[in-house]
RNA sequence: GGAGAGAUGGCCGAGUGGUCGAAGGCGGCGGUUUGCUAAACCGUUAGGCGGGGUAAACUCGCCUCGAGGGUUCGAAUCCCUCUCUCUCCGCCA
């Protein structure tokens, strides 16, 4: 949600950061509102105060024995005046907090500008693909040769976009959830959080994904929304809450199921597990000040680049432009990982800075110590990494001539030391 | 599923029609005392919106005691609806 008051004082660098982000102007649209919602409340509170004084007054005389009746009519007399004003100041509010609510944060001054993905900039590559004598094959069919992968039953069970892994496929995927929650708790500062995966409209506001993106959400007959993600429950562990500022950064994780109905969609990545109603993933948040938030991006995005440095997957980090950027970020780096059956890098993790934008939302401050104000925190999140995509990497990366996997040496001892998936028998 | 209780400031907790934005406590902040720390004592301390003022200090008005509506000249307090939380019983991983 984006600040009135600074709309007010700025409304070019408002439609600027529309025009950034592919939207058309709004400020006049929105201060219009304005103007029309503060005459209106500026009424009310002239009514209101004459109201009080009176009856104030009226208590008073009453106090003294005096005649109180023409005071008394006085206040009846504006009573309408109040409800009217009360009513149209209301709508107006209402009206522009619906307006705001359904806008993204502004970009970043560095954010790169651009239409789609194409104006997305490299920042750095990691590792070198893995040299490979034979023609390297896409993750369905090494794990459906390993018998350990298998969509056919998925399907009859849940449809399409679900998976059934099994054996050792299904161990490597529990394996790498508690390696990451591992390092990120180990080395970089994480608490573990075992949060809620059905969440209320209120939490799913907190985040951004309500109103505007309900269909990219499952939901349940009584109205309780299927998390997409982590960092739906885990940014919300703070709302509502003024924190102590020696309790920042405020570091969480957590790996838990993430449901996405991937309404729009359809088409794309219709093989494989690559884009799934159902996937898990450890998730990153961090809870910072303003001044530390950029700071904290670098580092939460270092620690999922460790994932794969671990791991020995070679990744490469895309700086999002304007036109590809998340509805709450206002920075946002990709880290995409070398699917050598793909040729391709893919998304494998998703790191951003939405600034205040979520804890307007939410109503998370803290006292600032210096002007020992409460100000709306910094929150961050990041993918650290999706289970499901870097289960994916493992397998094309480590395959080999057989269509077995060499298990990823930092993975072995969790999974008994196993060095080597092959087929099952 | 059945029965009951409750929702007040950063936290706990008083408050059943007027001077209550709200006692008291805790916590925080400032100070006194102290060799230092602790303790004690004194003072201070809600949020939001809008106006004045230099974006500061300061100051004025309005709103907010879960949300919405009603009664009343006047509501934290009375009435209605809703939401949420908790307790007990039942069932259950």
Not at 244 to 253: E, G, I, K, S, V
Request: aromatic fraction near 8%; include cysteine.
């Amino acid at each position: 949600m984006l600040d009135i008051k600074r709309i007010r004082e700025n409304p070019e660098s408002f439609d600027a950061a529309l025009k950034r982000r592919g939207m058309a102007p709004q400020s006049v649209v929105v201060l219009a509102l304005d103007a029309r919602h503060r005459g209106w409340v500026s009424a009310l509170q002239r009514h209101q105060a004459r109201r009080n004084e009176a009856s104030k007054a009226i208590g008073a005389a009453k106090a003294r024995g005096e005649d109180a009746g023409p005071l008394m009519n006085e206040v009846a007399a504006l009573k309408d005046s109040i409800r009217e004003a009360e009513e149209e100041g209301r709508a107006l509010a209402k009206e522009i907090e619906d307006l705001l609510a359904g806008l993204p944060n502004a970009p970043a001054e560095d954010v790169p500008d651009g239409p789609d993905a194409a104006g997305n900039v490299e920042l750095r590559r990691w590792g070198s693909p893995p040299a490979l004598a034979f023609k390297p094959r896409q993750h369905f069919d090494l794990g459906e040769a390993l018998g350990l992968m298998d969509f056919e039953i998925a399907a009859k069970l849940s449809g399409a976009r679900f998976v059934v892994l099994k054996g050792a496929l299904s161990r490597l995927e529990r394996a790498l959830a508690a390696f990451m929650l591992d390092l990120h708790t180990g080395t970089f500062g994480y608490t573990e959080v075992s949060p809620p995966y059905l969440v209320r409209s209120e939490t799913a506001f907190g985040t951004g994904n309500l109103p505007k993106f309900a269909g990219d959400l499952f939901r349940t007959t009584d109205f309780f929304w299927l998390i997409p993600t982590a960092e739906m429950p885990l940014t919300n562990l703070v709302r509502e809450q003024i924190l102590d500022a020696a309790m920042l950064p405020l570091r969480f994780t957590a790996h838990t199921p993430c449901f996405r109905s991937e309404a729009g969609a359809a088409g794309k990545d219709t093989r494989g597990m690559i884009r799934q109603h159902q996937f898990t993933k450890v998730e990153l948040v961090s809870v910072t000040t303003p001044e530390t938030s950029d700071a904290e991006l670098e580092c939460m995005t270092g620690a999922a680049e460790e994932v794969l440095r671990r791991l020995g997957l070679p990744y490469r980090v895309v700086a999002l432009c304007t036109g590809d950027m998340g509805f709450a970020a206002r920075k946002t780096y990709d880290i995409e990982v070398w699917l050598p059956g793909q040729a391709a890098f893919r998304e494998i993790s998703s790191c951003s800075n939405c600034g205040d934008f979520q804890a307007r939302r939410m109503a998370a401050r803290y006292r600032d110590p210096a002007s020992k104000a409460a100000r709306f925190v910094h929150t961050l999140n990041g993918s650290g990494l999706a289970v499901g995509r870097t289960l994916i990497a493992v397998m094309e990366n480590y395959q080999q001539a057989d269509g077995s996997i060499v298990v990823p040496a930092a993975l072995r001892p969790y999974l008994g030391g196993l060095e080597v998936i092959a087929a099952a028998r």
